[in-house]
């Protein structure tokens, strides 16, 4: 009987896994929300100065979409003094993060923007702090 009382119990226990990777995962999608910082307007949006332009000389932005934990497109290909714009449209938090130093966005929400001004020609490969699995890369011509 003893037998039959523990593989009982063990089973209610296999059925409650589910629920409860479920509740620990709403758990951490909650908690990530709330270390976001504040104002999404105040601290999503970041900006490098702008390259001056010259008479003949106009520089579009190129647009990199977060969506369904990717960046798109990926790569991209812009001149030198081209500037980018990554827009964040999941629900959940992204932060942009180059190999270099000085180069990352803040965390951003659902439509946060980040946006840099590229002026050295070169290879740029960048991943997502938060979920090291996304990546992308930029190259910049002249």
């Not at 999608?29 to 010259?54: E, M, W």
Request: hydrophobic share 45%.
């Amino acid at each position: 009987m003893e037998a039959k009382d523990a593989a009982r119990s063990a089973a209610g226990k296999a059925r409650g896994l589910p629920m409860l990777l479920t509740a620990l995962g709403a758990a951490m999608a909650i908690l990530l929300a709330a270390c976001a910082p504040g104002s999404a307007h105040a601290t999503g949006q970041q900006s490098s100065p702008a390259i001056p332009t010259g008479s003949a000389a106009t520089t579009a932005t190129t647009a990199i979409t977060i969506v369904n934990f990717k960046f798109a497109p990926t790569p991209v290909t812009v001149k030198a003094g081209a500037t980018v714009r990554w827009t964040n449209k999941d629900g959940i938090a992204h932060a942009v993060d180059f190999s270099a130093p000085d180069l990352h966005s803040s965390v951003l929400n659902r439509n946060d923007q980040f946006t840099h001004t590229f002026a050295t020609p070169g290879s740029y490969a960048y991943i997502c702090r938060i979920h090291p699995f996304m990546h992308g890369t930029l190259v910049v011509n002249n």
